[in-house]
């Protein structure tokens, strides 16, 4: 989890009798976190392998064992392909805490 600061402006003021002047503004600061976003509505983590030696791709899942099994058939027609990567997707999303 990390912490980041944003600034969001929390009203702006305009003096009367001062139009030759901009109006006024203030901000909030405003502490966010940020961590894996485990809402039911947030997008399925998401699994792809890739072969070292080729760069084939198999199938995106979200089931990691989908690309085991598809590195494993890619092996066996490739029996010198020996190194694979596997790229994983997750969401995150910041969450609004405490003004500051
Ligand atoms: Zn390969």
Same mark, same amino acid.
């Given at each position: 989890?990390?912490?980041?600061?944003?600034?969001?402006?929390?009203?702006?003021?305009?003096?009367?009798?001062?139009?030759?002047?901009?109006?006024?503004?203030?901000?909030?600061?405003?502490?966010?976190?940020?961590?894996?976003?485990?809402?039911?509505?947030?997008?399925?983590?998401?699994?792809?392998?890739?072969?070292?030696?080729?760069?084939?791709?198999?199938?995106? *899942?979200?089931? @990691? %064992?989908? &690309?085991? =099994?598809?590195?494993?058939?890619?092996?066996?027609?490739?029996?010198?392909?020996?190194?694979?990567?596997?790229?994983?997707?997750? *969401?995150?999303? @910041? %969450?609004? &805490?405490? =003004?500051?």
């Amino acid at each position: 989890m990390m912490g980041a600061n944003s600034s969001t402006p929390a009203h702006e003021r305009s003096e009367e009798g001062s139009a030759e002047r901009p109006p006024r503004r203030t901000f909030r600061f405003r502490e966010y976190t940020l961590g894996p976003d485990r809402r039911p509505e947030a997008e399925p983590v998401t699994f792809e392998m890739y072969c070292a030696s080729c760069y084939v791709t198999g199938p995106v *899942s979200t089931d @990691a %064992e989908d &690309g085991t =099994w598809w590195a494993l058939e890619h092996l066996k027609k490739n029996p010198s392909h020996l190194d694979y990567r596997e790229h994983v997707t997750r *969401s995150y999303r @910041a %969450e609004a &805490g405490a =003004w500051l």
